[in-house]
């Protein structure tokens, strides 16, 4: 298993997670952005010698049965609104970068899950946002913010949303909706959602929040997703809400791990001559 990452632009507890595992799994530190780390591997899937070297396999949203276990969070979600009687008229907030975790929503919807509608909360990085006011999808390089999972420029399941609705922004649209954050309103929501709650988002779960507070409509219920425990972001979460955070045993466990990993440039060259020497 070999796992690639964007050099210094992940958090350490992140970094850790990769690199402490050991055992049949390496960690590829890349010198360049998530959109780089993916260029890669999917270069590396289109290269006719490197397929008759290895048989190669994506864990990631590349590959499309990651859909399909993640699909049932969608339903399990409905399930508990089902249960107290909300289920009528119920939207779903997604935190999107690369777009994998709502496509697998738009799956259930196909697969019969009675979702009304969706919101796709995009940090700076709002290439899908922009789409939906315009028609036109324009990739950039990302900007990196502090929902860093969400910094991606050229989401590579923009391609099967396009595909799922005919390629038609009109119905699209219909059924999807966006908004995007600056990193002051994300940190700004973190801080009022703990100060009001109690609750502690991490700041992609609080794009979602933010978008289901601004967009919800009247009758309509709405269920956001967390992508992460907040102490993975410890020194962005604990800068913004003024206060010291607990870190989960799990987590902590990883932190006394050893980092260990490969660097790498961006350059496709590279990566193929490494996975051929294995």
Known sequence: VYVLYPKGKVSEIQEKQFT???????????????????ALVKSAFMDKELNEHLQLTSANSINVAR?????FYYFYAYAQLKKLGKANDAVICVPSGNFGNITAGLFGKRMGLPVKRFIAA???NDIFYQYLQTGVYTPRPSIATIANAMDVGDPSNFARVLDLYGGSHAAISAEISGTTYTNEQIAETMRETWKECHYLLDPHGACGFRALKEGLKPGETGVFLETAHPTKF??????IIGESVE????LKAFMQGEKQSLSMT???????SYLLSL
């Not at 410890?234 to 800068?239: A, K, M, Q, S, W």
Request: include cysteine; charged fraction near 25%; aromatic fraction near 10%.
């Open 20 to 38: 402490t595992l050991g055992q049949n799994i390496t960690a590829l530190e890349i010198d360049g952005t998530f959109d780089d780390c993916q």
């Open 67 to 71: 859909f399909l276990p993640q699909a």
């Open 122 to 124: 995009n940090n700076r």
């Open 234 to 239: 410890l020194d962005t979460v604990e800068g």
């Open 247 to 250: 870190m989960p045993a799990k």
């Open 266 to 272: 961006k350059e496709f060259a590279d990566f193929k």
